[in-house]
């Protein structure tokens, strides 16, 4: 299987800062050569933003996702699997305008809902909507400046291993016809059975699906190197378990991993997840391939 792994190494906009300094860290610690070890055929491209850094931050997160989108299609049309190492979570707006307008499914990892609107958020924080803006809650004109990106429906989106919530962003979602997969549940349900029913309801809505995975999903323990901290997450094993499940049901047309900041890292814990998380992605993947 051939790999496309493409670092988008920004944060909010803003090129090499806190989380933006993940993508790098991942490359220069070897992650592609960490893929290549593993048998497959791997090229890193690194995504530019071509707007002046003066310029207000929603512009130049719609430029660096509107070229993240070019770089996705051409990825898949040369036969490639997109893989993603993302700075922020709004990442999944680049990569979802950029696969192809089928029956495409999301399925997004995180410890934090990432549902929040402008009006119903308390603090504010434009990567706190992410899944609102792709599932077409907020920011409508955002998706238009990115690449004309239709919102994918609530319907075809699940939502895993939250555990951090606000209020009104947990009734937001409670009340949307999003599936939600807690961590707690996955914790209780050493079989993933109710990871397995809840893929078989999206599966008659969905043909594919994008997998994206915030790293703070993982307990700190495995991951500490993320901005908010939040206990009780997956373990490595768990996650792995989830990712081979979701395999099994879906083509996975691209994945990206999100939010790793190595300013605060602890003995590369963090970097060594990550390796972990690319390759079971990597094997996934390539074994659905040749399965279905």
């Known amino acids: 299987m051939k790999i496309n792994l493409i670092q988008v190494p920004y944060d909010l906009g803003e090129e090499q800062v806190g989380m933006g300094k993940g993508p790098i860290r991942f490359i220069q610690a070897g992650a592609d050569r960490n893929l ?23 512009k130049k997160i719609a430029n660096i996702n509107a070229n993240l989108a070019k770089s996705i299609k051409k990825a898949i049309s040369e036969g490639y699997f997109p893989l993603v190492l993302g700075g922020n979570c709004n990442t999944i707006l680049g990569i979802l305008a950029g696969l192809p307008p089928s029956k495409i499914g ?11 609107t402008p009006e119903i958020s308390i603090s504010g924080f434009f990567d706190g909507m992410p899944l609102a803006i792709a599932t077409g809650q907020c920011y409508p004109d955002l998706l238009t400046h990115i690449g004309n990106m239709s919102p994918i429906p609530e319907s075809h989106t699940m939502h895993v291993g939250a555990r951090d919530l ?40 969905v043909q594919e699906v994008y997998l994206h995975i915030d790293i703070d999903v993982i307990d700190p ?15 490595l094993d768990e996650m792995e378990k989830a990712i081979k499940t979701i395999a099994a049901h879906f083509r996975i047309k691209a994945a990206a991993l999100t939010a790793y900041n190595p300013d605060h890292e602890e003995d590369e814990k963090t ?12 094997d996934a993947v390539a074994s659905s391939l040749t399965s279905k």
């Open 36 to 58: 290549l070890d593993q048998g497959f055929e791997v090229k890193v491209e690194t995504i530019k933003r071509d707007v002046p850094a003066k310029d207000d931050m929603l």
């Open 166 to 205: 606000d209020p009104k962003e947990r009734e937001l979602l409670e009340n949307s016809e999003v599936q939600v997969v807690t961590t707690d549940e996955l914790k209780e349900d050493i079989e993933m059975r109710i990871l397995h029913s809840a893929l078989t309801k999206l599966h008659p809505q």
């Open 271 to 282: 970097l060594q997840t990550g390796f972990r998380l690319l390759n079971v992605i990597a």
């Open 106 to 116: 999301i399925i997004y990892f995180d410890a934090h809902g990432d549902f929040n």
């Open 221 to 235: 323990q495995e991951a500490p190197g993320v901005n908010y901290r939040t206990p009780n997450g997956l373990s």
